[in-house]
């Protein structure tokens, strides 16, 4: 089993930057592909970048290219979305999502992962 808690959220002005954090309990996590997930009021949870569990492989969704990473320190148990350039459009729940994986890839479907965090909310107002 493996517990996620998400950290860093928060009310940012157009154009700011967050750091995303979500730290991961049990012993596996270095086995799980990650990924980041975002919930706007009255729209579906979308993929917003994924991490294979060795960090060689990264998703974005097309709507954060170039502006988010993904990251992640196995020897921290904790992937990080860095995001910069922040649009209103960016406001969301943002929930962190494990995948047990044996194959060094990531994954973009929310039914495909096996852990959820609780979520963090991010505000971007202009």
């Known amino acids: 089993q493996v517990q996620l808690v998400e950290s860093g959220g928060g009310l940012v002005q157009v154009g700011g930057s967050l750091r995303l954090s979500c730290a991961a309990s049990?012993?596996?996590?270095?086995?799980?592909?990650m990924g980041w997930f975002r919930q706007a009021p009255g729209k579906e949870r979308d993929i917003v970048a994924a991490?294979?569990?060795?960090?060689?492989?990264?998703y974005y969704a097309d709507s954060v290219k170039g502006r988010f990473t993904i990251s992640r320190d196995n020897a921290k148990n904790t992937v990080y979305l860095q995001m910069n350039s922040l649009k209103p459009e960016d406001t969301a729940v943002y929930y962190c999502a494990g995948h047990a994986d044996y194959y060094g890839r990531y994954y973009v479907r929310g039914n495909e992962y096996d852990y959820w965090g609780q979520g963090t909310q991010v505000t971007v107002s202009s």
């Open positions: 049990g012993r596996v996590f270095s086995n799980c592909a």
């Open positions: 991490i294979s569990r060795g960090g060689s492989n990264t």
